[in-house]
């Protein structure tokens, strides 16, 4: 196998990866698609960078490349990440309750391995306990079929669910020792409410009609150009109704983008 990823070729990876997904891979990512895609070609025995491409060129079944892509995807979340915004959801949806609304929907956009949508749906728990006849659903998509196995698993070490109140971690979870570290197996009661699908936020028009309360779609339009992220917007913003919220990274904003949207507060927007 080659043991160097040349400019051509790493531009063909580039233009490839931007078609099927609109994840724009920049300049500075040329040594992680060669560690990366390095580990694919020793498992298939290739011998270099062209002859994998050539392999994921051809791919008329689509599952070669969906391992590509979880290859090179970055998933990096946690339990109650940013948990203000978590905050934020409570005390509408609280709101919501009060006013009568027992209908509600919920999309996580970049589920990554299932912590976004699984604090969620213990956030919604909490919030609806004692309200009658409340119903909650939460659909979690993500590109990655690697992650989404995981979020179907729901096991998460130790040191991962630290983040989880010790009371909610009690009352939605269960552990188990494995080896010197307790696992901890998210319940029944937290499945129950999420539907894990694989979905490509590059391509809509999406399946869903709506309407939904609350989008939160956090750090993965910082992978996308403006295009793509207005195609984006567009959907979310048909699927939402009105007033309800879409939830973005802090690193993300929608200034210029999408009139659609208000501001509210940093990485929060109300649909016009």
């Given at each position: 196998?080659?043991?160097?990823?040349?400019?051509?070729?790493?531009?063909?990876?580039?233009?490839?990866?931007?078609?099927?997904?609109?994840?724009?891979?920049?300049?500075?990512?040329?040594?992680?698609?060669?560690?990366?895609?390095?580990?694919?070609?020793?498992?298939?025995?290739?011998?270099?960078?062209?002859?994998?491409?050539?392999?994921?060129?051809?791919?008329?079944?689509?599952?070669?490349?969906?391992?590509?892509?979880?290859?090179?995807?970055?998933?990096?979340?946690?339990?109650?990440?940013?948990?203000?915004?978590?905050?934020?959801?409570?005390?509408?949806?609280?709101?919501?309750?009060?006013?009568?609304?027992?209908?509600?929907?919920?999309?996580?956009?970049?589920?990554?391995?299932?912590?976004?949508?699984?604090?969620?749906?213990?956030?919604?728990?909490?919030?609806?306990?004692?309200?009658?006849?409340?119903?909650?659903?939460?659909?979690?998509?993500?590109?990655?079929?690697?992650?989404?196995?995981?979020?179907?698993?729901?096991?998460?070490?130790?040191?991962?669910v630290t983040t989880v109140p010790a009371e909610w971690r009690s009352k939605w979870m269960t552990s188990a020792p494995v080896g010197k570290e307790a696992v901890y197996r998210v319940g029944s009661e937290l499945r129950d409410l999420v539907l894990f699908r694989r979905m490509n936020l590059a391509a809509?028009?999406?399946?869903?009609?709506?309407?939904?309360?609350?989008?939160?779609?956090?750090?993965?339009?910082?992978?996308?150009?403006?295009?793509?992220?207005?195609?984006?917007?567009?959907?979310?913003?048909?699927?939402?109704?009105?007033?309800?919220?879409?939830?973005?990274?802090?690193?993300?904003?929608?200034?210029?983008?999408?009139?659609?949207?208000?501001?509210?507060?940093?990485?929060?927007?109300?649909?016009?």
């Amino acid at each position: 196998m080659g043991s160097t990823l040349d400019i051509g070729t790493f531009d063909r990876f580039r233009t490839l990866v931007y078609e099927q997904t609109g994840i724009s891979l920049g300049p500075h990512k040329e040594a992680l698609v060669q560690a990366r895609v390095g580990k694919r070609l020793r498992a298939l025995g290739l011998r270099s960078y062209d002859d994998y491409l050539d392999l994921l060129e051809a791919d008329e079944t689509g599952g070669e490349f969906t391992l590509f892509v979880d290859a090179i995807c970055t998933n990096v979340t946690s339990f109650f990440r940013e948990a203000h915004q978590f905050d934020f959801i409570a005390e509408r949806v609280s709101e919501w309750l009060d006013e009568g609304q027992r209908r509600f929907r919920f999309w996580s956009c970049a589920c990554s391995s299932g912590e976004e949508p699984y604090s969620l749906a213990m956030t919604l728990l909490d919030v609806a306990n004692g309200y009658p006849d409340v119903d909650i659903r939460i659909l979690a998509t993500d590109i990655s079929t690697r992650v989404l196995d995981r979020c179907l698993d729901g096991c998460y070490s130790e040191q991962r669910v630290t983040t989880v109140p010790a009371e909610w971690r009690s009352k939605w979870m269960t552990s188990a020792p494995v080896g010197k570290e307790a696992v901890y197996r998210v319940g029944s009661e937290l499945r129950d409410l999420v539907l894990f699908r694989r979905m490509n936020l590059a391509a809509p028009p999406f399946p869903m009609t709506g309407p939904l309360d609350i989008v939160m779609c956090r750090n993965v339009m910082i992978y996308f150009d403006d295009p793509v992220r207005i195609a984006l917007l567009d959907e979310i913003h048909r699927m939402l109704r009105p007033g309800g919220f879409l939830i973005v990274g802090h690193a993300e904003s929608l200034t210029g983008i999408n009139a659609g949207f208000k501001y509210l507060k940093p990485a929060t927007y109300v649909r016009r």
